[in-house]
């Protein structure tokens, strides 16, 4: 059960596109389309924006996106503001158990 | 609306136990499968355990499993997780969460409850 693979940090200018990327092994990503993401405010609960690699919950902006290629899983936040400053977790089904990421805080410069 | 309520939080010696609670409301507690996962101090987020929605299936992850028990009791809405031989790298923040329609991802998450262990 080792975690997944995140850049410790990605930034970005208001407006623009990131994309953060998510490298596990066949036996969690790349065996299962059961990829989710999780924004976390300081001191605050994780938030669920993604799920099953590319759906949205209902309320979560379509500013994000994700998608999965292989054993790697990435989540784009398109039109960036203030407000995605934020840590960010993917999370992957590895057959009875999940296993989450490293972590990746994004910076709004 | 969805809530998860968890308590049981506190400072305890090495060795010793503790149980969590998680009090839900607001879905149909029976239907769904509901998950513990916990962060330590400045650390990313660990997946620590899930009961099935059934109560049937409980699944763990490797750092725990021996030592935690989860468990839940319906008449309450409340899900449980009991923690034996506690370590100080068990120390964390423990979150309930509750799973969606799919497979393990989790759509309501609580405020977490603080778990110290240390002499």
């Known amino acids: 059960q080792s975690a997944l693979t995140q850049p410790a940090s990605v930034s970005g200018s208001p407006g623009q596109s990131i994309t953060i990327s998510c490298t596990g092994t066949?036996?969690?990503?790349?065996?299962?389309?059961?990829v989710s993401w999780y924004q976390q405010h300081p001191g605050k609960a994780p938030k669920l924006i993604i799920y099953?690699?590319?759906k949205w919950p209902s309320g979560v902006s379509n500013r994000f996106s994700g998608s999965k290629s292989g054993n790697t899983a990435s989540l784009t936040i398109s039109g960036l503001q203030a407000e995605d400053e934020a840590d960010y977790y993917c999370?992957?089904?590895?057959?009875?158990?999940?296993?989450f990421g490293t972590g990746t805080k994004v910076t709004v410069l | 609306q969805v809530q998860l309520v968890e308590s049981g939080g506190g400072v305890v010696q090495p060795g010793t136990s503790l149980r969590l609670s998680c009090a839900a409301s607001?879905?149909?507690?029976?239907?769904?499968?509901m998950h513990w996962v916990r962060q330590a101090p400045g650390k990313g987020l660990e997946w620590v355990a899930v009961?099935?929605?059934?109560?049937?299936?409980?699944y763990y992850a490797d750092s725990v499993r021996g030592r935690f028990t989860i468990s839940r009791d319906i008449s309450k809405n409340t899900l449980y997780l009991q923690m034996n031989s506690l370590r100080v790298e068990d120390t964390a923040m423990y979150y309930c969460?509750?799973?969606?329609?799919?497979?393990?991802?989790?759509?309501?998450w609580g405020q977490g409850t603080l778990v110290t262990v240390s002499s």
């Open positions: 969460a509750k799973e969606g329609f799919g497979v393990f991802y989790f759509d309501y």
């Open positions: 607001g879905f149909t507690f029976s239907a769904y499968g």
């Open positions: 009961m099935s929605y059934d109560g049937s299936n409980k």
């Open positions: 066949s036996s969690d990503v790349g065996g299962y389309d059961y």
């Open positions: 099953d690699v590319n």
């Open positions: 999370c992957s089904y590895a057959g009875s158990n999940s296993v």
